[in-house]
């Protein structure tokens, strides 16, 4: 049992070491820490997770950096992918924002029950940490393969009915408005030229 244990620890570990030399933002600043301190990047980063856990449970605070926790990143993430000419990275930032909107609307409807919930904002930043987690199966990639895409697609049809009937009524709100605007333009100039028109004759 306890070799198990020891076992799945030192795979994670490894799994973790792994992500940790990939080249992006976050284990490039690793990568300088290490080298200044002589601390390996694989222990920088579970200390400063640690850190980061125990502000959330306990912090003040822990909603404003739990929100940005799950923002700042992934929109650095976002312009470098828009800059970028590979197009993958593009999808995957795109997957982890639909995401992000949808478990936000979740969020805000279910307000009143997240917050009889224990350790809530930890437990989100761990959510939105395993979502745009940099590996192919992360999060992001499975909550919308999963459950997104399925009910997406199935209500494709519907959605962009309402859409264009949507548009179709901004559209006849605003046509009206410019008419209406035409007319009294009109109406205005008329009344002007009347004017004109009444003054030279009486002179």
Not at 54 to 83: H, T
Not at 94 to 109: C, P, Q, R
Not at 171 to 178: D, K, N, R
Request: charged letters at 25%; glycine letters at 4%.
């Amino acid at each position: 049992m306890a070799s198990a244990v020891s076992e799945n620890v030192e795979t994670w570990k490894a799994k973790l070491d792994k992500l940790l030399h990939e080249k992006n933002f976050a284990t490039e600043t690793l990568e300088k820490i290490e080298k200044k301190t002589g601390v390996r990047r694989l222990y920088v980063a579970i200390g400063l997770l640690a850190i980061l856990g125990l502000y959330l449970m306990i912090g003040y605070g822990a909603q404003f950096v739990c929100n940005f926790v799950g923002f700042l990143y992934p929109a650095y993430a976002s312009i470098k992918a828009i800059e970028s000419h590979n197009k993958e990275d593009d999808t995957k930032w795109l997957t982890y924002w639909v995401v992000y909107a949808v478990f936000s609307l979740i969020e805000f409807f279910a307000d009143i029950f997240l917050f009889w919930i224990p350790f809530y904002w930890f437990l989100k930043c761990c959510f939105l940490g395993y979502c745009m987690a940099p590996m192919t199966w992360n999060g992001s990639h499975t909550i919308y393969n999963r459950v997104i895409r399925p009910i997406a697609l199935k209500y494709q049809d519907r959605i962009d009915t309402a859409l264009d009937k949507a548009s179709d009524a901004i559209h006849e709100v605003f046509g009206a408005g410019e008419v209406a605007e035409k007319m009294a333009s009109e109406a205005a100039t008329e009344a002007i030229k009347k004017q004109v028109v009444d003054s030279s004759k009486s002179d």
